[in-house]
């Protein structure tokens, strides 16, 4: 049994968001790992257990998403995989790079941190090609007001003023490395890398961002609302349309909070 570790990309559009799911009358719908686990199943002739590195919700997209599993064949190099998998998945999801990993990494348990962009299309129209892909605001948001906001998340804090209500994490509290907003042309990019993540946690932070900027609100404003722990005083959580889980790092410091 070799442990296989994936690298995916995905457009979350038209899935029921990452997790394998049955629907309240047992009827299953669409998912990320429900499809790789498939076509695992046709290559392997067994059901094969797919781990990833976290969720993401319907409709949210993957650059680079991780996840592993335990190839009960030799015959096919890990690298191969990738080719091997492809030629069974459906056009929105593709393995990027496969290769072997220790029989006790886990792409849960060994992440390091996770990095998501949230991205905002800021001109009047937006290409029907990237409309899947961002949240069109139709301005350009002041840049120093926001970054004057995303700053302050930084470092080891209680972030539920920002988790959704039906989050089930035993702690609220997470280790977040950067905040940034940037430009990129017609495009304004969030970026954010933290430990983890609670439930539309980073949807949330955009729109609450987005909201206070729009307002004329200060980085004291948006401190009191993290201090206060209350999701009803933040703002709207963004769109999912915008979100892409961009990386999962491996080699850093391995932080429990």
């Known amino acids: 049994m070799r442990n296989i570790l994936l ?5 979350g559009t038209d899935f029921c968001g990452w997790q394998r799911q049955d629907t309240a009358d047992g009827k299953k719908v669409r998912t990320v790992q429900g499809e790789i686990e ?11 257990a797919l781990h990833g590195s976290g969720r993401t919700d319907s409709g949210v997209h993957a650059r680079a998403q991780a996840a592993n599993f335990f190839s009960p064949v030799d015959s096919i190099p890990p690298e191969r995989y990738v080719f091997a998998l492809n030629s069974f998945l459906p056009h929105d999801v593709r393995v990027n790079e496969s290769k072997l990993v220790p029989d006790d990494f886990d792409a849960r348990f060994s992440a390091t941190s996770r990095t998501y962009r949230y991205f905002f299309h800021c001109a009047q ?80 932070l955009a729109g609450t961002l987005l909201q206070l ?23 709207v959580t963004a769109p999912s349309s915008g979100l892409f889980l961009w990386s999962v790092e491996f080699d850093g410091i391995r932080r429990h909070v």
């Open 7 to 11: 690298s995916i990309s995905y457009d």
């Open 38 to 48: 498939k076509a695992l199943q046709k290559i392997h002739h067994a059901p094969t």
């Open 125 to 204: 129209s937006v290409f029907a090609t990237e409309s899947r892909f961002v949240w069109h605001i139709r301005r350009f948001p002041d840049i120093a007001r926001l970054n004057s906001m995303a700053h302050l998340l930084h470092g080891e804090m209680d972030c539920a003023a920002f988790a959704s209500a039906g989050d089930q994490s035993l702690s609220t509290f997470r280790f977040i490395d950067y905040a940034e907003f940037y430009p990129d042309g017609e495009k304004l990019i969030f970026e954010i890398r933290a430990n983890a993540f609670l439930w539309k946690m980073v949807r949330t």
């Open 213 to 235: 900027e729009k307002a004329g609100a200060t980085a004291a404003d948006f401190e009191r609302i993290i201090k206060s722990g209350d999701r009803k005083k933040s703002g």
